[in-house]
DNA sequence: AATGAATGAGCATTCATTCAT
DNA sequence: TATGAATGAATGCTCATTCAT
């Protein structure tokens, strides 16, 4: 008995306190930056001493690498999920355009890190598009290809450059409602933007 | 005479000093990142001493602003200039996109800064939204209207987004472009992006 | 039986950590420096937690002067048994002398700590010199003023002057030999120094 | 005139700070220990800015060694020059004796950095032992040699033991006149030191 | 205008020590 | 006794900016 209910608290209480802190960096950087974010603000935001950050992250930065390694791996896990129940290569890619812009529409925090933190350094950049990054237009390339195959797609595309255009636009849509005054929800910019997208890379 | 060379002489000469700094500032942020980059590194790329920098601008940040704001003021300069030639919105646009990435691909340096430097803040990013920025979506966005208007684009498509669209795509060949190992030319990748941009979006 | 047992085997439990801690430190000292060295390195040393050093040492510093007052101790006891021996005082300043030696030479991480770490502060010197120091050339220098009054040594010597420069020289020898690539037995140096000692206090 | 006053203004400028900062230096470690001053007090006591201490030393402990070196420097060739005007190697170690006490005891606070403060660290007392430290010895043990080439000490001694046993008498003395609570002038105590020990190297 | 020495605020990280278990 | 997670004070060093020359 004892040992289940050690069990039930010993982890929790590490995995809560690292989650806070990933938590509070998240809110910390998105509101001041990740250059201008003290790690005494990320403590202090997460409840623990400063010393207590470093218990779970080497440093600052690899919060940051942290922040974008969890949450890329669970969206593309939930992108891949998503994409099982569906074989029209064009429903596919709508349902990936969906999910991403309603992943990031739901925590305007996180969508800020991942817009605009993530982007402010070449270093973290190549690491970035080495990553988990390439991961993601690749789930993309591979269902255009698929529609290709299945003759919905213009077959004479470059596959990786569909997918980066699909990508940008997505991107952009993203930035533009994290910096825009107005608020709407992000994920109803995904229809307008499949509609073109899929027009135009659609075999006539 | 002597006069008349002075001033003929002089001027270029801050002009120059200005010049070199922004210049110099573009070779560091490009290398370093702008939070990596010192002052002092920027003046001694400018051959200039620490406190000059301080003679032009007021700040580091203000050295970045101005990079941005002379690229941008002449890239939309450049850009207009080329549409007055054409006169279908398609031919427009294809123009404007190809100057975009012509611009960015003939100088790396000045296309990392543009690409990934001016991206790591929030604060830039909201100014750079409010400034030339958006100047440049709406040149992208009335001449998309123009063709609507023409009739060679559908017209139930919100102009504002698709301009988005086509940025977004522009700038994601850009980003990808800089952080590639292999080398192509950047602006030939404007006519797949303009192939299925003008695909998705015209009348049937 | 069983009561005397614990008795006998629970002490040296406690006898053993409290000295498996002393151990691990002059090791971790020696190599790493007090200054440089981490609680948590002496604490892994010693195969126990980092908490458990505080229930046997106050502090940092008090394990330092823990290995210092043990092994003066045991050092100065060591001397003194072994001049009971000896009647003529010159034969005890050789053993002196070696003994010094030998325990230092028997022992490197030991004598790194003596010779380098505990000189590294004017105020551990001072209550070194004030504590089993004073007593070690108190010792030296009752047995040189025993030679004087046995008339072997020359009477209008200073003994307290005389018991420094034989301490000087063999702490010399010791610091030297730890600084030193050459691997040669320490003791060895006892006899050629007692040599010009003796010779330079001996009365004609 | 004018350039013979910068000439003669400026360099001293940057020399007087770099000599105060090194001054403050000795200062902050004689009282505080090297381990326990701050960069700041050195500052502080230097009438400097933090920052400024970074302008002339590229460490804190660039600093430690700054003071060695230049003061281990400055002993030697004061020694050497000494040295010239005898000829008895007799005479000659005394005088070096004189001189090495004479210095330390001149200025209290460079004498507790060099007899404890420079002795905390392995590390450090390996590089020491390299550098000036072995010219000293060596030219302890040079003239030694000389005594010995000229019949007034024993050829049978090891001369490199002897210089040893040399410095290490002199160097005690000058550990217990800085921990000593009583004010005697340190030089005195050389005659005693010499004394023996030229007794005990002597021929008969 | 130009210089570059001087400034001093700012901060990531370490580690001796504590204490709940 | 023993543990080791948590604490938070402490500090060397950097660098944007200023200003006397």
Redesign the interface.
């Known amino acids: 008995m004892r040992s289940a209910r050690s069990l039930g608290s010993d982890r929790p209480v590490i995995a809560d306190k690292r989650e806070a802190i990933l938590r509070a960096a998240i809110r910390v950087f998105?509101h001041n930056?990740?250059?201008?974010s003290k790690v005494a603000d990320i403590a202090r935001e997460a409840g623990v001493a400063d010393g207590t950050v470093y218990l779970y992250f080497k440093s600052k930065e690899e919060i940051l690498h942290s922040v974008f390694d969890r949450n890329m791996e669970e969206a593309i896990a939930a992108g891949r999920q998503q994409l099982e129940q569906l074989s029209d290569a064009r429903e596919k890619l709508r349902r990936i355009a969906l999910v991403h812009l309603e992943r990031l529409g739901a925590d305007r925090d996180l969508a800020?890190v991942f817009q605009?933190?993530l982007?402010?350094?070449?270093?973290f950049?190549?690491e970035f598009?080495a990553a988990g990054f390439a991961k993601y237009l690749n789930l993309i390339r591979a269902t255009f290809e698929e529609g290709q195959r299945a003759g919905v797609f213009r077959p004479e595309?470059?596959a990786k450059?569909?997918a980066?255009?699909l990508?940008?636009?997505?991107?952009?849509?993203a930035?533009?409602w994290?910096?825009s005054k107005r608020r709407y929800k992000l994920a109803s910019?995904a229809d307008?933007?499949l509609?073109?997208?899929?027009?135009?890379?659609?075999t006539k």
Chains 1, 2, 3, 4 share one sequence.
């Open positions: 998105a930056g990740y250059f201008n800020v605009v933190e982007r402010g350094s070449t270093k950049m190549e598009s595309l470059n450059v569909v980066k255009i990508f940008g636009a997505l991107d952009e849509m930035t533009n994290i910096l910019m307008q933007v509609d073109i997208f899929l027009n135009g890379v659609a």
